[in-house]
């Protein structure tokens, strides 16, 4: 099978992680619920239009839920402290999204928060950012940046 992604061009590393930091907050900002990953496409002149890409085969499965499509990447020595998960290896694909060229960057992080009643939270957060080429559901090359939270 040929990759449709050969000639993507490259982006600049300050790109990518102005893109990811508006991505996140624009995220974090208006998501209540379960974290979605969507595309947007369109111009000035045209509304946006979501379109989300393949997500990865396989995945994470839930005991008594759906499969999540994503894998852990890390030192596999690492125990997630309050979920009790552990990282699955220094070889496993941070991203996704499947046919994906581009970059990705995670963030792992664990600690407690207090609320404004005055309880502590435990907290463990599972931070994704890509920016990137890819083959979108409806079969279209496509360059877009996502944030996982």
């Excluded at 994470?60 to 699955?88: C, K, N, Y």
């Excluded at 070889?91 to 060229?101: A, E, G, L, Y």
């Amino acid at each position: 099978m040929e990759s449709r992604l050969e000639n993507a061009p490259a982006v600049t590393r300050r790109r990518f992680v102005q893109t990811a930091a508006a991505a996140a907050a624009g995220v974090s900002g208006s998501v209540a619920g379960p974290a979605r990953a969507v595309a947007w496409q369109g111009t000035r002149h045209h509304p946006p239009t979501a379109v989300p890409p393949q997500p990865i085969p396989g995945g994470i499965q839930l005991p008594d839920g759906p499969q999540i499509h994503v894998w852990a990447p890390g030192d596999p020595s690492v125990t997630l402290p309050f979920s009790g998960a552990t990282l699955m290896g220094f070889d496993v694909d941070p991203s996704t999204i499947t046919d994906f060229r581009g970059y990705s960057a995670v963030a792992f992080h664990a600690g407690t928060a207090v609320g404004s009643d005055g309880a502590t939270y435990n907290l463990e957060t599972d931070v994704r950012a890509f920016q990137g080429a890819y083959v979108a559901v409806d079969g279209e090359r496509r360059r877009q940046s996502f944030a996982f939270i």
